[in-house]
């Protein structure tokens, strides 16, 4: 697991992203070191603290991402993947905003104010499945949905979310070229007023079939990339 946690590191230091500094880590560092030993429960350590400051700031950030942003997010816990589609589709934030999900099945109950699922299978459902007509489907299926989005009583838009629950499917089935190539389509700047999450679950044996070059190809196509335990944002040197 570790081993292939390393391989996307190693893909995000060779091509240049940089995890983005906590803005309140290096504040408390200090003061929770001193006072980590007055906590009642013995085992909580100053990392443990960090650790839930990282994964409340990159949840805050996630909420609050503007409008035009490719984000990855690599994830080995579901846990992790519920708290971050349920921050980034929090209406508290966006209101009524158009929300859509790519997904392996229909979502659970804290999601259930999103109602435009699109399920990976489905995209292959009917032939023909080669790639341009699968593409158009994903770009049909978004530019419907963005069409959706009405300014609010202010006069003021709130960019389109849309979000992929786990887009390793389409390398567990075999369709790699397919999700990297509209991934490479999007591009690291998106040019309508949307942002876009793509959830890739590389807990171990979920991501065996994806090789570096893939990797370098999928973080490369992203602004941002986040991974979780411990939660850490990255951003490119060239965003």
């Known amino acids: 697991m570790l081993e292939d946690n390393h391989r996307y590191l190693s ?4 091509l240049g992203y940089l995890p983005m500094s906590s803005k309140t880590e290096q504040i408390i560092y200090d003061e929770a070191k001193k006072s980590v030993r007055d906590i009642r429960d013995p085992r909580l350590t100053v990392d443990d603290i960090l650790k839930r400051l990282r994964a409340v700031e990159t949840l ?5 991402i503007p409008s035009h942003e490719h984000i990855a997010f690599l994830y ?15 209406t508290k934030i966006i209101g009524k905003t158009s929300m859509g999900l790519f997904s392996t099945k229909r979502p659970a109950n804290q999601l ?21 007509v699968v593409a158009r489907k994903v770009a049909d299926w978004t530019t419907k949905l963005h069409s959706l989005n009405k300014p609010h009583k202010n006069n003021t ?13 389409w390398f567990r ?30 807990s171990n044996g979920s991501s065996e079939n994806i090789d570096n070059e893939d990797i370098n190809s999928l973080i490369a196509a992203h602004s941002y990339v986040i991974i979780d335990e411990p939660f850490i944002v990255y951003t490119s040197a060239n965003a």
């Open 157 to 169: 838009e709130c960019p389109t979310r849309i979000a992929g629950e786990d887009a390793m499917w």
């Open 76 to 90: 080995r816990d579901e846990n992790s993947k519920d708290a971050m589609l349920a921050a980034f589709f929090d």
């Open 173 to 202: 089935n075999g369709f790699a070229s397919y999700i990297l190539g509209i991934e490479k389509s999007m591009g690291r700047y998106l040019q309508e007023n949307m942002s876009v999450l793509c959830g890739y679950n590389i």
């Open 11 to 14: 893909s995000l230091d060779e």
């Open 112 to 132: 259930s104010h999103v109602n435009n699922i699109m399920l990976y299978q489905d995209l292959l459902q009917e032939p023909p499945q080669e790639y341009e």
């Open 60 to 64: 805050e950030f996630v909420r609050k």
